[in-house]
């Protein structure tokens, strides 16, 4: 309990509580296929500042799929979302995906998913 004097002078003494806020908790919620990947990031702590994401999929018939994309968010509230985007991925065979996400405040989270890309449409699933 944090305790503390009057600013007029008087000897009163004062209890409260501290109410703790905690530190930035960022995931990835959710990764799916379609015409592309597309991954949604959400925050269950205090807000996040400079929140950089990559994003790589690699893979395909002799490794033609190479895409990498990356960008910054500059705030995410409590309970606030957002999705990142590979935009369209054009091959066939079998791919991996990983996405990286971190802030300012050092919380951090990665996710990989394999699958398959089908001239445009790309499926996945949980690499265990």
Do not use: H
């Not at 500042?49 to 893979?59: A, I, L, Y």
């Not at 996400?101 to 089908?118: A, K, L, N």
């Amino acid at each position: 309990f944090p305790v503390w004097e009057s600013p007029n002078g008087d000897i009163d003494i004062y209890f409260g509580n501290l109410i703790s806020i905690p530190p930035p908790g960022l995931y990835i919620k959710s990764i799916c296929g379609g015409i592309g990947v597309t991954a949604t990031v959400k925050n269950e702590g205090a807000p996040a500042t400079n929140v950089e994401w990559f994003m790589t999929v690699k893979g395909g018939l002799l490794d033609m799929i190479d895409k990498e994309k990356s960008g910054t968010e500059a705030t995410l509230d409590l309970g606030g979302e957002f999705n990142i985007k590979s935009g369209v991925i054009i091959g066939i065979g079998k791919i991996t995906v990983e996405i990286e996400v971190i802030c300012d405040e050092g919380s951090c989270d990665s996710e990989s998913e394999i699958g398959r890309q089908m001239l445009f449409f790309t499926l996945l699933w949980y690499l265990e």
